[in-house]
Every structure is written in structure tokens, then in C-alpha cells.
T-cell receptor
């Protein structure tokens, strides 16, 4: 059974710092890995998706890397801003029966950026 | 281009009652998945519908059932509600065989009292 762990569970840093969020998964046979952002009481916003054949993806100040063999991914946020405050969720999916399976999520990292 | 639409946004039910939640997928998407997110937890996969059939199911009891209509919209039904069913229910749509991930709705907040 696939399990996803995110470290740290919570993080509070001053504005302007660069930071790294970590995600690990137990079964390396993934199809892709996705990072999401969730604001309090809201749905999920997809930030970055990395296919299993890729090593990293970048979008603006965000960079996500994937090491499938070791079962790890990191989300790097550069020059953090108060608007980055949210919960960040990592999720993996596998491919079976000709279609993508349901996502398996970690519990998330609750990030607070202090002004 | 409309994203994923869920209704209602909030709902309060009494233990033992039944509830139906609705989801309209993003335009062009044909697959709908449902997730339950308890407070402080990551979403848990309930089931996925494709071509009006349940294709995959997570570790949820039979009290949780669903349906997908020919226009790809979907319903989640929960019978005999328990206090522990209180959660944010998220719907996600995707295009089958397309590797570019899922689009999530804003969710339905269900409170069971």
C-alpha cells in the first residue's frame, strides 16, 4: 500500500527566505507526482506535476524535484512571501488498467510566512 | 472555461440521515474522482468513475456510493451518516489516459450532528 509522508508538518519562516518542503513515498512505481496548495477551508490548487520520467519542474518561484528510485520529492520555494502561506500537499498516482489511479496524499505541510 | 463545480458548498445533516453531493467536471474531462478530507488530514481517495462505472475504490464502506451521468457529472451518496463522516468532500476531474493531472473543485463541507 502506497504511503506518502511530508516533513515538516508545520513551518514558520520570515518573509524573503528560501525554503524546502519534503515528501517521501513508499512505492517507487509511481506514474506522476503532484504538488498542491490548499488555503484554509478551500479546495486544492495544482502547483506542479512531475511525470515519473522527469527529474524536476519549475513554475515561477517554485521548483519541484523528483527522485523516484529513492521515493523522494522536494518543493523549493524561493524568496517566500506572506501570500505563500497555505498548506502544501504532495500526492502520487500510479497507472493501472489503462488509466491513472486515485491520488495518494500526504498530510501536508502547514506553511506560515511572517511579514 | 469552467473548472470543477461542486454543490452544495456547505451542508449540515443529522446522524443516520442520507446525503447527496454533486460535481460537474471541468469541460473536456471524462473522469471524476471523490476524496474525503478530515480536518488536519490529507484527502483520502473514495472512488473514481469513468464511463458511468466505478473503476476504482479506496478503503471506504458501502455506505459510500456514487454515480456518473452521461454528461460526466457525478454524485456522491452517503447513507446512515456517522459523526465521523464530517469532512470536506472534494471532487476532482481528469481526462482518462491524459497524464497531466487532476483539477479539483472547492469542495462541500459536510457537518454531521
Amino acid at each position: 500500500k502506497q504511503e506518502v509522508t511530508q516533513i515538516p508538518a508545520a513551518l514558520s519562516v520570515p518573509e524573503g527566505e528560501n525554503l524546502v518542503l519534503n515528501c517521501s513515498f513508499t512505492d517507487s512505481a509511481i506514474y506522476n507526482l503532484q504538488w498542491f496548495r490548499q488555503d484554509p477551508g478551500k479546495g486544492l490548487t495544482s502547483l506542479l506535476l512531475i511525470q515519473s520520467s522527469q527529474r524536476e519542474q519549475t513554475s515561477g518561484r517554485l521548483n519541484a524535484s523528483l527522485d523516484k528510485s529513492s521515493g523522494r520529492s522536494t518543493l523549493y520555494i524561493a524568496a517566500s512571501q506572506p501570500g505563500d502561506s497555505a498548506t502544501y500537499l504532495c500526492a502520487v498516482t500510479t497507472w493501472s488498467g489503462g488509466g491513472a489511479d486515485g491520488l495518494t496524499f500526504g498530510k501536508g505541510t502547514h506553511l506560515i510566512i511572517q511579514p | 472555461d469552467a473548472g470543477v463545480t461542486q454543490s452544495p458548498t456547505h451542508l449540515i445533516k443529522t446522524r443516520g440521515q442520507q446525503v447527496t453531493l454533486r460535481c460537474s467536471p471541468k469541460s473536456g474531462h471524462d473522469t471524476v474522482s471523490w476524496y474525503q478530507q478530515a480536518l488536519g488530514q490529507g484527502p483520502q481517495f473514495i472512488f473514481q468513475y469513468y464511463e458511468e462505472e466505478e473503476r476504482q475504490r479506496g478503503n471506504f464502506p458501502d455506505r459510500f456510493s456514487g454515480h456518473q451521468f452521461p454528461n460526466y457529472s457525478s454524485e456522491l451518496n452517503v447513507n446512515a451518516l456517522l459523526l465521523g463522516d464530517s469532512a470536506l468532500y472534494l471532487c476532482a476531474s481528469s481526462l482518462d489516459r491524459d497524464p497531466y493531472g487532476y483539477t479539483f473543485g472547492s469542495g462541500t463541507r459536510l457537518t454531521v450532528v
